[in-house]
């Protein structure tokens, strides 16, 4: 995978695009129309791919790993800032010329970038036939008749209920022992900076009995962790419609109560479903997670001891400029209280944004004095990126110039360095359960797989094999990896 530019730590959001594997289905799949999906963004990006594949599937398409044998190319695009936006337009040119071999070759534009810009993008990029927000994946085969009848094809329309919580995905580049589970959709937060809010419309949960039986179903299959993702995974709240309908009927569900069920409750019933299936989730707003929360994460030894908790800054102004709704001093005690409830050990991590509209040097050294207090493992760092249409583009000008921004942004990166790599050293000469991924990228002769708090542990291969859990004397670390030997 490679990076962009102004990271030097991989984001989820920024993650080279994937491609399909090879499938025994696909080998199968003889005299199908063939789809070829893309994925650019976030893991809800990646998620709804794996959305899409089935709606395809039941409309008579197999997938490929290969654009030159696709009828139909999807781009599953993302729109959080600038750059993301640029590969997106960078890969449309390799596909108009791909086009220019294959004439009835059919090109949709799916996700963020596609619900920003609408009906624009078919103005500004000829070679796309298809457009389609992300709540619009129902309608995709309909809208794939209508472009093979020769007309353009379009459907941005955002939804208020839209979970896709009865569609079953069809995992993609699965390395079959871990699955992303969406469990919301939208976010109804308005940070000044962030595009998502339009993008992706309102919030909305998923009912949880659909969200049990998937992880349950994923766990059948021989899936050991599920990672729970919404924009704002704690302000999960599931009411059922009507009082008959969507009440949980699994053993592992407790009561909804009047109030709905919460995140915390939801942690619960998948945390139940088995001891051996890991449970995340991803992404928390500082202002949502509970103390109910963390007592739950502290009383299931399977729910993962990590937490993303993005501060974006250290300083309360630009805080508040952000709307982020929380100060510095409060965000400090949301740190504190998950110290205290699960202990110096567990994992936190953040997203952080350089050079936002009017941050001084002074506020900025603030950003860095947070990262000193909290010792973050990880962080996904950022230049601010002025988004059209946002509060900020709107109310703030971009005042930051560029250089300023990277050069802010350097430090923070310099500092997380350190600090990636302290908190690192810490499993030295600890026992890490891990739960193995597959094989390293390093060697054949070693397997990967992550330890509870979402760092990834490189050991000697053995006669291990992917989905089982081992015990991993760590060894050594660098910043980004510990090494250990099994024992
Ligand atoms: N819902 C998540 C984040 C989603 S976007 C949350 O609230 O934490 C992922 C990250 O991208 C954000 O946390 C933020 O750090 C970054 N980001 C969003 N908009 C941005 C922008 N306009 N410029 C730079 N970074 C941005
Ligand atoms: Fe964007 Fe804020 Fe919503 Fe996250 S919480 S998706 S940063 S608006
Ligand atoms: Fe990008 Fe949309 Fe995700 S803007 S980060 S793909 S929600």
């Not at 924009?231 to 909804?256: F, I, M, R, W």
């Not at 990880?378 to 109310?395: C, D, I, N, Q, V």
């Not at 397997?447 to 989905?467: E, S």
Request: net charge negative.
């Amino acid at each position: 995978m490679t990076l962009i530019p102004e990271l030097t730590i991989l984001q989820p959001a920024d993650k080279e695009a994937i491609d399909l594997p090879r499938t025994s289905e696909e080998e199968l799949a003889v005299g199908k129309k063939r789809l070829y999906i893309e994925s650019y963004g976030c893991q809800m990006n990646f998620a709804d791919s794996e959305i899409v594949a089935a709606v395809m599937r039941n409309a008579g398409f197999a997938t490929t790993s290969s654009p030159e044998d696709a009828d139909l190319i999807f781009l599953n695009t993302c729109a959080i800032r600038e750059n993301a936006e640029q590969k997106v337009r960078h890969r449309l040119k390799h596909l108009t010329g791909l086009k220019r071999q294959k004439p009835e070759l059919l090109v949709g534009m799916l996700g963020c970038m596609a619900e920003r810009l609408k009906t624009k993008l078919l103005e500004e990029e000829k070679v796309v036939d298809i457009v389609a927000g992300p709540d619009a994946y129902r309608d995709i085969p309909k809208l794939v008749e209508e472009a093979e009848s020769g007309q353009k094809a379009v459907n941005v329309f955002l939804s208020r209920e839209e979970t896709y919580a009865d569609i079953s995905p069809i995992r993609l580049n699965s390395n079959g022992v871990t699955a992303f589970v969406s469990i919301m959709r939208g976010c109804d937060n308005m940070c000044s900076f962030c595009v998502v809010p339009f993008t992706r419309g309102r919030e909305r949960s998923r009912d949880p009995q659909s969200i049990v039986r998937e992880a349950q179903d994923l766990f059948d299959q021989g899936y050991r962790e599920v990672t729970l993702l919404g924009q704002n995974v704690d302000s999960y709240k599931y009411s059922p419609p009507t009082p008959e309908g969507g009440v949980p009927d699994t053993p592992a569900a407790p009561p909804l109560g009047d109030g709905g069920l919460s995140f915390a409750g939801l942690l619960e019933m998948v945390a139940r479903i088995h001891p051996d299936l890991r449970v995340r989730f991803s992404t928390s707003h500082p202002k949502d997670i509970t103390d109910e929360v963390l007592h739950t994460m502290a009383k299931y030894e399977n729910i993962c001891n990590y937490i993303h908790l993005p501060a974006q800054s250290g300083n309360s102004r630009v805080l508040k400029l952000m709307n982020r709704t929380y100060d510095r001093e409060w965000y400090i005690g949301k740190i504190d209280r998950i110290r205290e409830i699960l202990g110096e050990d567990c994992g936190i991590s953040t997203d952080m944004i350089s050079g936002f509209c009017t941050e001084t040097e002074d506020e900025h050294q603030e950003s860095l004095s947070l990262m000193d207090y909290v010792h973050y493992d990880y962080a996904y760092m950022f230049a601010y990126s002025e988004r059209p249409g946002t509060l900020a583009a709107k109310k703030y000008v971009d005042d930051i110039p560029e250089d300023v921004k990277k050069r802010r942004l350097n430090e923070i990166i310099a500092k997380q360095l350190t600090h990636s790599a302290e908190r690192n050293q810490r499993h030295i000469g600890q026992i890490q359960r891990v739960l193995i991924e597959g094989p390293s990228k390093r060697s054949e002769d070693f397997l990967c797989g992550r330890n509870d708090q979402n760092k990834m542990v490189v050991f000697p291969k053995g006669a291990l094999q992917k989905g089982q859990y081992v015990n991993v004397l760590v060894t050594e670390c660098t910043s980004a990896t510990l090494i250990g030997e099994v024992v």
